[in-house]
């Protein structure tokens, strides 16, 4: 089998990765499988098309427009088909989403502990932390103090919701509008948004 | 028991590097994109919703690719090799394998090209082969706009209510679930019914694959863990397919 080869530990580890992926996809191309732009496509494609800056002008629509959070509440995928976004919103890893909001009184966490699940659509590819196994460990059992350390301290009488994405709903935070905004546009309150407070593990700073 | 499966709520595991990047190496990006092509070009794909026209695309890909594959493949690693290897380097491992197994490439031919790279000193900017056509990278962006919807449409009600006091099934998990560790045994409240019916890339041994009603399921942390090891104000909401879920006497 060849696994026992693949998962080899090397020295050299980073070095002989980066060879070996470029000889995979090498082969890739040479074999008919896959063309020489299809990697780039894709990866331009999440640069441009499918990220974050989506899940910040929903988040931002949802800050100013009341009616369209109650939407986006209820059926967050028909209420974001609502807004001039690029094509894709229901698209890959975000065919159904749902959208949790944070209040006063409650503050919602996403997790995945069997993988990595996110909604890329809205945010993109999961950052490092997201798929860290020690970040999915203790955040599930731990989460007032996993969030301590990432720099957001809740109050012990605020309620934490976690929600582990196991089966096919993908899952981001309605982050509370910070005070001192009253005066922004929607595109400026976008610009405040980051992957982190839309999945729950940062607060938006003014 | 597969490790894999049992992570959440580990004890003594120590701070969580908070790192922001997707990816933390040049080498890391082209994998993801050689798997999201792999999930693009999967001949599943013609009977999917939306079905693609996956005949006509000028790919020598014949196979089935999922995340289910992805992770089947992680879920079978020793468990002590898949915390030591980074994210990307499972998939690296993974991905190669499959088109090893499958016959795409030989192991030889790997190590071959690999070697090539090496001796080019600068690896991720060594030359790449020109061709392929750009119907492939077509489909392959059709597929991140359309998706792969598992949602579906069945007769029959869903078995359990907003409400229902449900326990949560410890069947074996053969290669693949769906079903974290620390929920088996345990007892939590439906919080939500999700309308509709949702299917599974391909039939897991533990139920997954026909279309079936998806909860979501609220326990109190203590109920998982025990009082002194929980955070009093936090409830864990879990997404569960309903195989997953039995009644709570």
Known sequence: ?206 | MKLQHYIGGIENLGPVEFQKRVFVTPWEERIFGIHVAMMGLSNHLSESLPKYRIDKVPTTFKSFWTWGHLRTGAEGMNPFDYFKFRYYEKWLGGISGFFVDEGYITQEELDAKTAEYLTDGNVDDGPLPKGGSSKIDKQVIQYLIEGDSPKREIDGKPKFSVGDKVIINDIPPDKHTRLPGHLRGKTGVVSEVYPGAYTYFFPTEDGLGTPMTCYAVAFKPADIWGEALSDPKSTFYADLFETYIAPAS
């Not at chain 1, 976004?85 to 997790?111: F, Q, R």
């Open chain 1, 1 to 206: 089998m060849s696994d026992k080869k693949t998962f080899k530990y090397t020295a050299d580890r980073e070095i002989y990765s980066a060879a070996k992926v470029r000889a995979l996809e090498a082969l890739l191309i040479e074999k008919g499988i896959i063309s020489d732009k299809t990697v780039d496509k894709v990866l331009s494609f999440f640069e441009t098309e499918m990220g974050p800056f989506n899940g910040a002008k929903i988040v931002a629509r949802a800050w100013i427009d009341a009616d369209f959070k109650k939407r986006l509440l209820k059926d967050a995928t028909a209420a974001i088909a609502e807004l001039k976004l690029p094509a894709g919103m229901a698209g890959a890893e975000g065919e159904h989403i749902k959208v949790a909001e944070n209040t006063p009184k409650v503050h919602n966490v996403i997790i995945c502990t069997l993988c990595s699940c996110y909604p890329w659509p809205t945010l993109g590819l999961p950052p490092y932390w997201f798929k860290d196994p020690t970040f999915r460990a203790r955040m599930a059992r731990e989460p007032r103090a996993v969030l301590k350390e990432f720099g957001v301290n809740i109050p012990a009488d605020v309620e934490i919701k976690l929600w582990d994405s196991s089966a096919q709903i993908r899952w981001m935070v309605l982050p509370e509008r910070p005070a001192g905004t009253e005066g922004m546009s929607e595109k400026q309150l976008a610009a405040l948004l980051t992957p982190e407070a839309m999945m729950g593990v940062a607060k938006v700073a003014a």
